[in-house]
């Protein structure tokens, strides 16, 4: 059995989602030969030098169930695009690009965390490209710790308040983008989140585009088992 999971959000004010990670990885995960965390897995990342003991409570479940023999990947989100090396050894997982192209149940299969593909939305992709160049990402890890903060903070308000301005449509991903990446790629199967619009999507010519929900009144993950990938609830306890 392989899992899926994206879009935890997880932070200290919201410990009810934290608590059903934690009864996830002990109910399923501890369970399964690897897990696959599909970004914004922490609501907000500004260093592996200002973890918190709240974020190495969490490194350290997760190197609980890796000890067990879970392997554990972990992808970058738009939220936590920061995340290093640093919290990988804590945690005893292994960063992985996006995309990245897996076997699940037989099957070559995409996954990304999906923000790259809402490309009608034009200003996000732009501030993308920008904090994602490698000579920014070496500037904002060089800051000083209360300027990154201060930093994150107006990120997070200004997506918060664009997003909520924005059609629906241009929040989601783009049907062109979606084809050219699997194109590209040569798969069938498409799985990411983001979007927070869990779905199984049949794009004809027995392709499939699966959107992992994000965790707030429940949580959400993708069960893979020899022959199958099914999308499933998680309801908190």
């Not at 914004?40 to 200002?50: N, P, R």
């Not at 990245?100 to 965390?113: D, F, I, R, W």
């Not at 027995?206 to 199958?228: A, C, M, N, P, Y």
């Amino acid at each position: 059995m392989i899992l899926l999971i994206s879009d935890l959000h997880l932070h200290e004010e919201r410990p009810d989602i934290t608590g059903a990670f934690l009864a996830f990885l002990e109910q399923h995960a501890k369970h399964a030969q690897a897990l696959y965390i599909l970004g914004d897995f922490f609501e907000v990342w500004i260093g592996d030098d200002a973890i918190t003991p709240f974020q190495r409570s969490i490194a350290q479940a997760l190197s609980d169930i890796a000890g067990g023999g879970t392997q554990i990947y972990l992808m970058h989100g738009n939220r936590d695009f920061l995340l290093g090396q640093d919290f990988c050894q804590l945690a005893d997982c292994e960063l992985i690009t996006d995309p990245s192209v897996v076997k699940l149940a037989g099957e070559q299969v995409l996954l990304m965390h999906g923000d790259s593909l809402c490309t009608s939305d034009r200003s996000y992709i732009r501030l993308r490209r920008v904090l994602r160049n490698p000579l920014m990402l070496f500037i904002l890890r060089h800051l000083p710790l209360r300027m990154r903060q201060r930093l994150a903070g107006d990120l997070r308000q200004k997506s918060t308040n664009s997003t909520r301005m924005k059609a629906m449509d241009i929040t989601d991903v783009n049907a062109k983008a979606v084809s050219k990446i699997m194109s590209q790629h040569q798969v069938r199967t498409l799985i990411h989140g983001h979007t927070h619009r869990p779905a199984v999507h049949n794009l004809g010519n027995e392709k499939q585009r699966i959107v992992l929900g994000d965790w707030d009144s429940q949580g959400w993950f993708i069960q893979v088992s020899r022959h199958t990938i099914e999308l499933k609830p998680l309801p908190f306890v």
